[in-house]
């Protein structure tokens, strides 16, 4: 492909319906097809709301549609400080190997510097071989050592709140 084959821009509200399917596809790439329960409208609230929680960069091709996605959010480390977390990344089958996904993942990284983050982070499946092997050829080390802790919908939907917690995490007028 070449540059005119394609635009790479900061994501807009109008590319969500595409950005989903996009989501999809990677659910179904990653054999999790059922997995996504994200719907459009908490992607409008969350990503174009007052108070935005992601970004996301797009690829998109001359006929306008969305062929790669990079989706980020800040993080913070105890450790570390400020952190831009890479929520997904993905190319449509029919764009791999151009050089798309290299694109995209740069674009996240020059958003790191930009907003001041001293580290990046994001998770890879321990299958997905060529995955990993695109990430150790940009030079990123790939852990083995930290497993993913994560509690679902329903898991904290039925978790045992102590009152003190709950009242700590009333509203105020805070913001993250």
Do not use: C, H
Not at 11 to 39: H, R, S, Y
Not at 62 to 87: C, H
Request: proline share 3%.
């Amino acid at each position: 492909m070449t540059t005119a084959d394609y635009t790479l821009r900061r994501g807009v509200e109008t590319d969500l319906p595409q950005v989903l399917g996009l989501i999809k596809e990677l659910a179904e790439f990653e054999k999790a097809p059922d997995a996504v329960t994200n719907t459009l409208a908490a992607m409008q609230r969350d990503g174009f709301g007052p108070e935005p929680i992601f970004g996301f960069f797009v690829l998109e091709n001359a006929a306008a549609d969305i062929i790669g996605l990079a989706l980020y959010y800040t993080a913070y480390s105890t450790w570390k400080g400020r952190m831009l977390y890479l929520e997904d990344l993905v190319v449509t089958g029919a764009a791999r190997r151009g050089g798309l996904g290299r694109l995209l993942f740069d674009a996240v990284v020059a958003e790191a510097r930009a907003t001041g983050a001293v580290r990046m982070k994001w998770q890879v499946l321990d299958w997905n071989e060529s995955a990993i092997g695109f990430y150790r050829k940009l030079g990123a080390n790939i852990e083995s050592e930290w497993l993913n802790g994560n509690l679902d919908e329903a898991q904290l939907s039925r978790y045992e709140v102590a009152p003190a917690a709950r009242a700590a995490a009333e509203p105020t007028t805070r913001s993250l």
